[in-house]
């Protein structure tokens, strides 16, 4: 043990009542008590736990704790001041140092961690390249150092940060100081490269589960994917906050303006947008309730937004790494929360394309195509989604009944003839005749179809013309995406031409079945779709409960616009839903209710009791 450790016993129940005053919260959640007590006894942690798990807790409170000041390594400039924000109206002095402030504002931060009048200090991991940051680290007291969003340093994941792999000085310069690194997203490859570049290997590791029960994981195929969208936020997300992935700035534009033309709050965003507008929309998404965000990939991470209700992707993710820390940003809360994503033949051939044409070795780009294909067999599975994806990250799981291969199981049919006749007129093409050609092309030989196009290159003379009638279009769309997801196809340059591979081979010479999922006929609706046009966040709230908690709500929104800060900050929705189902008459009431801790008591007690009573 340091010096600073305590007997195990009085570490508990200290970490204990941190939570129960400060936080609001009676009881901790999985494994978060043993590993406040092994970071509050003087040891390093490596922590690995999806989002809405209470990551932030486990250094939190080993912080306040622990004699000095927690240093906080984490790249979310654009959050700092929400996450201080919101330490702050717990009654915890935080602060941030980062390129956002001018240098009074940094010399008063400073003189705070210098004088102990901080109990945790937010740095951006550029910060530590500056000698005078580590000069002012040397001379104040530093309680642990947490490395959030720990997977920023493995060159194998999805979100490389050059500057992480400085952070592995942190225990060469300070050897006494216990560290923890937290991360939602990891797989086993990645655990293993944070913990050797972080110098990990020999402190704690704790792997929590990756599964988020409250999320319902849907995967439909693209048919008109903006009107798709729109139907479900009408049908499900009624005035519901959410985020919308698209994969180019273009589509961000297009579809923000598509939304708000079709009577959906929404606002762009993406990297091509100016800084101020960029923040503005970002500071409206926190603030407001019910907007829709519109971004790509570079929007997100860290969000702390408890309330998002969905999170749509209208193109396919990268990778499952990527696909599954985006979708986490939905229900931190709790709450049913839906993860939609909308995918189509276009998507492999655009995703195949990029890493065919980006930069790097070979090496990098069959670690993208290795990113890609497990995406792919999530898409394409016709097991529960739930299950693969835990899979995906090492882990088991059952068969979850709440996605939409559980809710309406897809069949698996013997694909292995279309798929011969497929790649037969690939083939015949690009031997007999010397060309390439795209799906489309293809698809209208094998339907047998007079186009123009088939006309003037005479391909009604093939022996496969019009040997595929009994699909139709669309089915030959899947047939082409399932090859292209199995490797059985592949595509080359700017128009997407199609050509066999080494595998092709198999199937051609009745070596190899070719097995395919048929979607269901039916469109899948969230089980808890709400009707009449109702919130989902009131959803299960008794009549009354739910006129009581819509003006709870409103009292917070009047609140945090009068303060300048998010309404989440002042009391999650979840808090909001016990007290309008509770009804507290009391400050002592109040005080017992999940969330309400004893300095937001002070604050908003009585507001909150004067809501009630009108």
């Known amino acids: 043990m340091t010096e600073t450790s305590q007997p195990l016993d009085d570490t508990a129940s200290e ?3 941190v939570l129960h005053r400060v936080f609001g919260y009676a009881s901790f959640r999985g494994e978060q008590r043993d590993i406040i007590e092994t970071v509050v006894g003087g040891g390093d942690a490596l922590v690995l736990m999806p989002t809405g798990g209470g990551k932030s807790l486990c250094y ?21 001041q929400d996450q201080v924000d919101a330490l702050r109206a717990l009654g915890v002095r935080a602060g941030f140092l980062n390129s956002t402030q001018d240098y009074e504002q940094r010399r008063e931060v400073e003189q705070a961690f210098l004088s102990g009048e901080l109990d945790l200090l937010y740095l951006a991991p550029e910060r530590l390249r500056v000698e005078s940051t580590t000069r002012l680290l040397d001379q104040g007291k530093i309680s ?72 319902q994981y849907r995967i439909v195929s693209k048919d008109n994917p903006q009107r798709q969208l729109l139907d479900l936020l009408r049908t499900e997300h009624a005035g519901d906050a959410g985020i919308v992935y698209c994969l180019s700035r273009n589509s961000v534009e297009k ?20 800084s101020r507008t960029r923040a503005k929309n970002q500071s409206r998404f926190l603030r407001e309730d019910g907007l829709v965000v519109v971004a790509t990939i570079a929007f997100g991470m860290g969000i702390d937004k408890p309330d998002v209700r969905f999170v749509a992707h209208l193109d396919l993710p990268k990778s499952v790494e990527g696909y599954y820390q985006e979708t986490g940003r939905a ?35 069959r670690r993208l195509g290795t990113h890609l294909d497990a995406m792919l067999a999530l898409c394409e599975t016709v097991q529960c989604r739930r299950e693969q994806l835990l899979a995906y990250f090492g882990q088991k799981g059952e068969p979850c009944g709440n996605c939409d291969t559980c809710l309406i199981p897809p069949e698996s049919w013997d694909g292995t003839i279309p798929a011969q006749k497929l790649l037969s007129a690939v083939y015949r093409l690009q031997h007999e005749r010397n060309q390439k050609f795209g799906a489309g092309q293809v698809i209208d030989i094998l339907l047998g179809k007079t186009t123009p196009k088939v006309t003037q290159f005479r391909h009604d003379d093939l022996s496969v013309f019009g040997i595929g009638t009994e699909l139709k279009d669309t089915e030959w769309r899947g047939v082409v995406r399932q090859l292209l997801a199995q490797g059985l196809l592949a595509v080359e340059g700017d128009y997407g031409t199609l050509l066999l591979t080494e595998d092709s081979a198999e199937v051609l010479g009745r070596r190899r079945e070719v097995m395919m999922r048929r979607e ?16 989902k966040a009131a959803v299960d709230l008794s009549a009354e409960a739910t006129q009581v908690f819509e003006r709870l709500r409103t009292w917070r929104a009047a609140v945090a616009k009068e303060q300048g800060i998010p309404a989440y900050v002042i009391f999650h929705d979840a808090t909001l839903r016990q007290i309008a189902t509770d009804l507290p008459g009391t400050l ?6 999940s969330g309400v801790g004893e300095n937001k008591l002070a604050k908003y007690g009585e507001g909150v009791l004067e809501a009630l009573a009108a």
């Open 60 to 80: 939190q409170i080993p912080a306040l704790v622990r004699p000095g000041v927690g240093v906080v390594i984490s790249p979310l400039i654009a959050l700092m």
């Open 331 to 365: 229900g931190r809360d709790g709450l049913p929360s839906t993860a939609w994503l909308a995918y189509g033949l276009q998507d492999v051939v655009q995703q195949r394309k990029m890493i065919d044409t980006s930069e790097g070795d070979a090496a990098h780009r």
């Open 144 to 215: 642990l150092f947490a490395i959030d969003e720990a997977h920023c340093v493995s060159q194998w994941g999805h979100d490389f940060r050059p500057d992480y792999l400085m952070l592995s000085a942190l225990h060469e310069r300070w050897p006494d100081v216990p560290r923890i690194a937290l991360t939602a997203t990891a797989t086993e490859a990645t655990h293993r490269e944070i913990a050797t570049r972080l110098n990990l290997t020999d402190a704690k590791h704790f792997v929590a589960s990756f599964d988020r029960p409250n999320i």
């Open 520 to 535: 269901p006929e039916r469109a899948l609706r969230s089980s808890r779709s709400s009707s009449g046009g109702k919130k």
């Open 255 to 274: 579809t923000a303006v598509f939304l708000t033309q079709n009577g959906i709050e929404a606002v762009p965003y993406h990297a091509g947008l100016d």
């Open 15 to 17: 970490a204990l009542e």
């Open 588 to 593: 002592a009431e109040l005080g017992k209710i």
